[in-house]
């Protein structure tokens, strides 16, 4: 005799990158946000402070008591990436600006999220089949 199957109480789904297209945005969207801020950081190659930039961002996520800190404030966070990255080109600091800087990124990699491919249609599958969806998230709860 075949085990009868049952199906699940329900399912916890993860948004970044289960559902939404997130972490590949990071590096695009400060790309274009550094660009866009040239003129404010010459003579420094923007090339430059994107490297410090991403070094000060992986220093800051490799911490677990900063990462934790940083996930409940984000723009604190990534402003204090945009801070270092000044401080080491030996541009002035600015904590107004890099602050700008920062919610422009958080803006431009919002505006760029997109679903991961066949997952909204797996979601609704899923919920043809009536098993209700929980949605789970470690982001900030404004972001999200």
């Given at each position: 005799?075949?085990?009868r199957q049952i199906p699940p109480k329900g399912l916890l789904v993860d948004l970044d990158d289960t559902i939404l297209v997130f972490e590949p945005l990071s590096a695009p969207s400060w790309?274009?946000?550094?660009?866009e801020v040239q003129s404010h950081i010459a003579p420094v190659e923007p090339e430059r402070f994107y490297h410090h930039l991403l070094d000060a961002a992986t220093l800051y996520w490799s911490d677990a008591k900063r990462h934790q800190?940083?996930?409940?404030n984000p723009d604190a966070a990534r402003t204090s990436f945009v801070v270092e990255a000044m401080t080491r080109v030996g541009l002035p600091r600015d904590e107004a600006w890099a602050l700008t800087v920062a919610r422009?990124?958080?803006q431009v990699r919002t505006e760029a999220i997109y679903p991961v491919p066949g997952a909204l249609e797996t979601l609704r599958q899923l919920?043809?089949?009536g098993i209700p969806l929980i949605l789970v998230t470690n982001g900030d709860a404004q972001g999200q």
């Amino acid at each position: 005799m075949q085990g009868r199957q049952i199906p699940p109480k329900g399912l916890l789904v993860d948004l970044d990158d289960t559902i939404l297209v997130f972490e590949p945005l990071s590096a695009p969207s400060w790309e274009q946000v550094i660009a866009e801020v040239q003129s404010h950081i010459a003579p420094v190659e923007p090339e430059r402070f994107y490297h410090h930039l991403l070094d000060a961002a992986t220093l800051y996520w490799s911490d677990a008591k900063r990462h934790q800190t940083g996930r409940l404030n984000p723009d604190a966070a990534r402003t204090s990436f945009v801070v270092e990255a000044m401080t080491r080109v030996g541009l002035p600091r600015d904590e107004a600006w890099a602050l700008t800087v920062a919610r422009r990124f958080a803006q431009v990699r919002t505006e760029a999220i997109y679903p991961v491919p066949g997952a909204l249609e797996t979601l609704r599958q899923l919920n043809q089949y009536g098993i209700p969806l929980i949605l789970v998230t470690n982001g900030d709860a404004q972001g999200q």
